[in-house]
């Protein structure tokens, strides 16, 4: 194909697979909660109950309303920080549970989407990076026990160490040395990620992505066996970067720089690359929701300083948003794009998608399911070669 395309992934990708919805999420914990080994579990107990409470307190709100709210109390200086360790808790713990292959077993379920997915990128021929703003591993799994999906990396043997973080991982003691293509940037961080604070080295692992949200982990650092790794992953909040230091339990908040800060403008910063050099942004199962306005911010200035750049034979940059819903996501899109829009251009339907023409940034949409649109990604990608 000879583009780049840049993948965009939310939530909705995975909730094909069994993961709820954000809005979907009170639900989910509900039912969760009437589990014997919740109810076993002082902490899992208190956890769950908790946040119950404030599901009934804000009915109205989704899980990351709720986790805003108690976060702009603890900034406030009420001391909610236990409160809003017990809604991390339940957060992984509940999309753990819901994408767990069997009762008992750590392994997650290979979820046939994702690997029809990698599958399609890798026949189409394009140079693709991925963003995922999602903490689960689906992607990540389906890399690892894709052969098809390896090649795209540029790997023909299967093993874990071919994933592609976009910075320094290390998995069990051998260090995964990030590559320029084929990366999979995940700026939320990973359930599947843990930090040591001594060493400041990542580690990543195979399948077990809900360890570091245990009350009860102990997983230690391969290289400093009396320390204890730490979840990496920035909360739903507005203001994620500020939240880091809390959410992932920093230790000496005296340090001026920490390296987990670092860990993250490394990966933020790769995000703005790889849609600074995109010809294709494909957005799949995202909504740019309220509590997410850094990554919009983020995503508009890599696309205004794309635009910005004077390149032979530009054709500017197609944007498709492929959702079940995609109207709603197009028309916020191109309001905040109206710089670009608003210059006489026309708004034109045709055949259900809106796309903007003769502009710089043409907005493509395509109403089916995740599931369909992985299935057939190289025959809708192909009006764009």
Not at 289 to 308: S, W
Request: aromatic content about 12%; glycine content about 6%.
């Amino acid at each position: 194909m000879g583009k780049k395309v840049t993948f965009i992934i939310g939530s909705g990708t995975s909730i094909e697979s069994g993961a709820p919805s954000f809005d979907g999420f009170n639900s989910k914990i509900r039912e969760i909660w009437k589990q014997k080994a919740i109810q076993d579990n002082n902490y899992m107990k208190e956890a769950f109950s908790n946040v119950l409470k404030l599901i009934k307190k804000y009915p109205q709100s989704n899980i990351e309303e709720i986790f805003s709210f108690v976060y702009l109390d603890n900034q406030f200086n009420l001391d909610s920080s236990k409160l809003l360790e017990h809604i991390e808790f339940v957060i992984g713990k509940t999309i753990y549970e819901s994408l767990r292959y069997i009762e008992g077993n750590d392994s997650i379920k290979l979820s046939k989407n994702q690997r029809n997915l990698i599958k399609q990128i890798a026949l189409c021929g394009c140079d693709f990076d991925i963003i995922s703003l999602n903490w689960d591993v689906l992607l990540d799994q389906a890399l690892m026990h894709s052969r098809v999906g390896l090649s795209a990396f540029g790997k023909k043997k299967l093993n874990t160490g071919t994933l592609n973080y976009g910075f320094l991982t290390y998995y069990n003691k051998k260090e995964v040395k990030p590559k320029d293509k084929g990366i999979l940037l995940k700026p939320h961080g990973s359930m599947n990620w843990g930090y040591c604070e001594k060493c400041e080295k990542v580690f990543f692992t195979n399948n077990k992505m809900h360890i570091y949200f245990n009350p009860s982990n102990e997983e230690t650092c391969l290289e400093c066996e009396d320390r204890k790794l730490s979840k990496l992953i920035i909360p739903p909040v507005y203001n994620k970067f500020a939240s880091i230091e809390h959410t992932n339990n920093i230790e000496n908040t005296n340090k001026k720089d920490p390296a987990i800060f670092k860990i993250f403008l490394k990966i933020w910063n790769k995000v703005y690359d790889v849609i600074k050099d995109s010809d294709i942004v494909v957005i799949v199962g995202y909504s740019f929701p309220k509590t997410d306005i850094e990554f919009l911010t983020f995503f508009k200035k890599a696309v205004y300083d794309r635009l910005g750049e004077k390149r032979d034979d530009d054709g500017g940059l197609d944007i498709l948003v492929a959702d079940y819903n995609p109207d709603p996501i197009v028309k916020k899109l191109s309001e905040e794009f109206n710089y670009y829009i608003n210059d006489g251009t026309i708004l034109q339907k045709n055949t259900g998608a809106k796309i903007i023409k003769e502009s710089s940034i043409r907005i493509h949409s395509v109403k089916t399911k995740f599931g369909k649109f992985a299935r057939e990604f190289k025959k809708i990608i192909a009006k764009f070669s």
